[in-house]
């Protein structure tokens, strides 16, 4: 077999699509002379609301502080209060959580389907208590975590509906994009992302004005109107450079999430190792943040891959209710989270790949045997 070097996300590589574009529009924006809360970042968020379909969005510096600005934004409009619960996925990446409780709210997690690996409905109606008032929902790996159910049970318990849609730029729910699902979205432009920047970028949409309105001043020190504070907020804004290299990226986000598909496409038609699951069925609307592989001996697949030139990744090692920053969560019963984080394996997806590269993967994981 020919030697292959596959790297899991050459983010070099990515830029370098874009090399003209790129330092067009980086050298315009250093050029004006306004770095802050300009006019590119107004570009940006205009039609980054206009693609996710949401009346407002509102940069920030970056995915965590958009969680944690929609939780504190609530907490200010009283629509939280110290000690409520917010449900949340056992199964994502340690920022959703942190977002809860570092407005002094309680996360309640729970186990997701192995099937699809979305939060579980059922188990959610179970975890809600008088003291619930939320649900944030993740749209992990990439892929769409709405379902009928969650919506009723939101309606039918009056409970916020706040989507993590950090790893799902792009995907689509019938209609309407996620981050714009629910009461309000946070989204990560972290450089890995689908949409990504050349640094730290986040933005909140929303169709809410008050809260929109409430986040633009949290994130600008708790001001709306210059040295007068009514509220204590912090400096998390979205710089001109990286609203200039986003709103350039923003044009070829389709594309590129259709390029992925296929990629995830071929895998998901010829990876055949009966070691090896996918997981679950494949949905149109997936953009394939992340392609996860689960399997037994996770640990030898990841060994075997490198050791025949394919770079992989495991999203995650340690699932938060394991992490030291969480002694008080490590007793909860979370057993498919578990399964989950001792089998996934991230295989390279991504549109610098060519399909020779996909088949020389498919190839390598479909000789794997254990022992
Ligand atoms: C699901 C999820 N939520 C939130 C975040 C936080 O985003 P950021 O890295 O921009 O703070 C990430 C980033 O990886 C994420 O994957």
Not at 222 to 237: E, M, Q, T
Request: charged share 25%; net charge positive.
């Amino acid at each position: 077999m020919k030697k292959y070097k596959i790297p899991y996300l050459p983010l070099k590589k990515i830029t370098a699509m874009h090399r003209g574009e790129i330092h067009k529009t980086v050298s315009q924006t250093i050029d004006e002379g306004w770095y802050i809360r300009g006019k590119m970042v107004s570009k940006f968020e205009n039609n980054y609301a206009r693609y996710i379909g949401s009346a407002y969005c509102v940069g920030c510096g970056n995915g965590l502080d958009a969680l944690t600005l929609i939780f504190r934004a609530y907490k200010e409009l009283g629509r939280l209060k110290d000690d409520d619960e917010v449900i949340v996925p056992a199964n994502t990446y340690i920022a959703s959580i942190l977002s809860i409780t570092e407005n002094h709210l309680k996360p309640v997690l729970v186990d997701p389907y192995y099937s699809s690996l979305e939060l579980d409905d059922f188990l959610a109606e179970k975890a809600i208590t008088k003291k619930t008032k939320a649900i944030l929902l993740v749209h992990l790996y990439g892929r769409c975590a709405m379902s009928e159910p969650i919506a009723e049970l939101c309606k039918k318990h009056n409970l916020l509906l706040i989507e993590d849609n950090a790893q799902a730029q792009g995907c689509t729910y019938y209609d309407k994009r996620t981050g714009n699902l629910g009461d309000a979205s946070a989204h990560s432009f972290y450089p890995g992302k689908n949409l990504g920047a050349l640094g730290d970028a986040g933005a909140i949409t929303t169709n809410d004005k008050k809260l929109a309105d409430m986040i633009r001043a949290l994130g600008n020190y708790g001001s709306n109107k210059k040295y007068v504070f009514p509220f204590k907020g912090k400096n998390s804004r979205l710089d001109e450079i990286q609203a200039a290299v986003l709103n350039m990226k923003l044009k070829y986000l389709d594309k590129e999430n259709n390029y992925r598909r296929k990629i995830a496409n071929y895998y998901i038609e010829h990876i055949c190792n009966p070691n090896i699951s996918l997981s679950f069925d494949p949905i149109a609307d997936n953009v394939y943040h992340i392609f996860p592989i689960f399997c037994d001996k996770r640990d030898e697949l990841k060994k075997y891959l490198e050791e025949n030139g394919v770079e992989t990744m495991i999203h995650y090692p340690i699932p938060p209710h394991k992490q030291n920053c969480y002694k008080e969560l490590a007793n909860l019963d979370l057993p498919i989270t578990e399964q989950i984080h001792q089998t996934e394996l991230s295989i390279p997806c991504n549109q610098t790949m060519t399909t020779e590269d996909a088949k020389y993967i498919v190839n390598v994981i479909n000789r794997f045997h254990i022992g």
